[in-house]
């Protein structure tokens, strides 16, 4: 008899578990199911897109209402009184729209699928997909420069995080946004809306600020745009709390000690300038580099993360352990990290770059430093170097002086295209379209060079790294189009392109790349970054030169 009882238990037990684990999925599946709908309807439906609606409003009341929703029966139908919610009378159809020449790569309606057996609810999604009257208040790209912006997202008042229906607002929000009205979604190598199996559960369970920010972190990681970047302080003052007291940088592959802070701390645990690090925490530094930001700092590829490199050495925890390789010999040791540490004694790796604008590294080979230069020193480093044999413009930078069109008037026989850019299609969500600026009219932005038959005739050498990014690469893209121009480095950050600002429904504000880019033969640039000619990928570590500049003037000498 007890036997009997305790099958029993194990039975009802069971039954109980199994229920719970159907409900949670019944649930998950509810809030997609809602939130597509939802996100759908807010970019558009005529009166929804032309805010005459509070849909964050509507998203916090409904949400209360699907999530516990037992049947796709019952939840059709809830989703039928929202379709009726809304005056469906400005809704203007055109099955025979013509969407050939526009891009449609981020078009993506195969979740309609789902509603297959309801004919009304999937007869009302294919009429607002068809509608051809959507406005612009929630995006609009309406200004002379085409670059969509995001004014009337903005905070919804009271929200609080530790409400489950503000934190799935937020994902919706941007999720929506991404899905709609990202030119560059489908660079996303996942399913973008299977991804949402993914991060409903993680926002259902961020009960804290600051697993709440975690989550929307994740996010953002998830677009892979370098633009992206979003560290709020509810994070970096709990993963990067502790720091060591050097300075650290990849040269080539190589993890190397490049300064130190405060002299004393260092020679505590015996580092030293030059020290290369092979190992922190067991595992080698590029991977662990990757894995430790790559699920924090949004990247367009993993390349770009370099540029973080300093935080590899932050943590939560007081103390790292490192690998060191010094000359021929590799040693484990534990380091201790610092919340605070006074910088003293500080001492770096001597510079082997030029650190002037502009110079002559060789008789018959000018350098060109992009970073500050301006139009007056660009005018006098031209003349200075019409008749050299190489010229090299060094892009491992951000430049703050200088414009395409003034560097490329030297450079180019004839003014020409030097890039080709996707923009969002003015009120139709997901489709996009090769465009030029409406700013051509004054002067095309993406055409560059002037008819000059005095342009530079040797050879032009780029030097581009992960510093390399958005503005820089703009106009690298540009000095690339110049007719005798070979690329040395590494891979860029792979966002070139201008960026919108977008608001959560908290008030934290995050930038994506808003446009497409590529090359005028339509290789795209976004994520990839700038062709290169001449990696720079080398193990051996040599810090007596820049490999950058000796493979440029090899390139020019014909070695």
């Not at 099958?7 to 809602?34: D, M, P, Y």
């Not at 301006?374 to 491992?396: S, V």
């Amino acid at each position: 008899m007890k036997k009997h009882i305790l099958v029993l238990i194990f039975i009802l037990s069971s039954l109980h578990s199994f229920g719970q684990v159907k409900s949670e999925a019944q649930k998950i599946s509810n809030i997609k199911q809602f939130g597509l709908v939802w996100g759908f309807m807010k970019y558009h439906h005529p009166e929804i897109s032309d805010g005459k609606y509070n849909w964050n409003q509507t998203f916090i009341d409904y949400y209360e209402i699907i999530k516990n929703v037992e049947t796709q029966d019952e939840f059709n139908e809830i989703t039928l009184k929202l379709f009726n919610s809304v005056d469906n009378s400005k809704i203007q159809l055109n099955s025979e729209i013509q969407i050939v020449k526009y891009f449609d790569k981020n078009v993506d309606f195969e979740w309609f699928n789902q509603f297959r057996n309801y004919p009304k609810t999937l007869s009302y999604l294919n009429n607002l997909k068809n509608n051809l009257n959507i406005s612009d208040y929630y995006v609009s790209n309406k200004s002379i420069s085409k670059i969509p912006t995001f004014e009337n997202e903005k905070k919804y008042e009271n929200f609080d995080e530790k409400i489950e229906s503000h934190r799935l607002l937020s994902l919706f929000s941007f999720y929506n946004m991404i899905h709609y009205q990202y030119v560059n979604k489908y660079l996303i190598e996942d399913n973008y809306i299977d991804n949402l199996n993914v991060f409903i559960p993680i926002f259902l369970n961020s009960n804290s600020i600051f697993d709440y920010e975690l989550s929307k972190s994740k996010l953002i990681v998830s677009i892979f745009d370098s633009h992206a970047f979003y560290l709020p302080k509810e994070l970096s003052d709990v993963l990067f709390k502790y720091k060591a007291p050097i300075g650290i940088k990849f040269i080539g592959n190589q993890l190397v000690v490049s300064s130190i802070y405060n002299q004393e701390l260092a020679e505590i645990d015996g580092i030293k300038l030059g020290d290369i690090i092979t190992k922190i925490e067991g595992i080698d530094s590029k991977t662990y580099f990757e894995e430790k930001l790559g699920g924090i700092i949004s990247h367009s590829n993993n390349n770009f993360l370099k540029k973080w490199t300093m935080w590899g050495l932050f943590n939560e925890e007081d103390r790292l352990n490192i690998n060191i390789k010094r000359f021929d010999s590799v040693f484990e040791k534990e380091i201790k990290l610092y919340n605070k540490y006074e910088k003293n004694g500080f001492t770096s790796l001597r510079s082997v770059t030029p650190q002037s604008k502009y110079s002559l590294i060789q008789d018959d080979i000018g350098y060109i430093n992009l970073e500050n230069i301006n139009k007056k020193d660009l005018r006098k480093a031209y003349k200075d170097f019409e008749n050299t044999q190489g010229l090299i413009f060094d892009l491992r930078n951000y430049p703050k002086n200088i414009s395409v069109d003034e560097v490329t008037k030297f450079l180019y026989p004839t003014r020409r295209a030097f890039i080709k850019v996707l923009f969002p299609s003015i009120n139709k969500p997901s489709y996009s379209e090769y465009s030029s600026s409406r700013l051509k009219l004054i002067m095309d932005p993406f055409k560059a060079g002037k008819n000059n038959d005095k342009y530079y005739r040797g050879k032009v050498i780029l030097l581009v790294n992960h510093f390399t990014q958005s503005q820089a690469e703009y106009l690298g893209v540009s000095i690339q189009a110049s007719p005798n121009c070979i690329t040395v480095g590494e891979q860029t950050a792979g966002s070139p392109m201008n960026i919108a600002n977008f608001t959560f429904p908290d008030g934290t504000k995050v930038s994506i790349t808003s446009l497409g880019s590529f090359y005028p033969n339509g290789e795209s640039i976004q994520r990839k970054g700038l062709k290169i000619d001449h990696y720079i990928n080398d193990d051996l570590l040599d810090l007596t030169q820049d490999p950058y500049l000796k493979k440029a003037i090899e390139v020019i000498k014909g070695n």
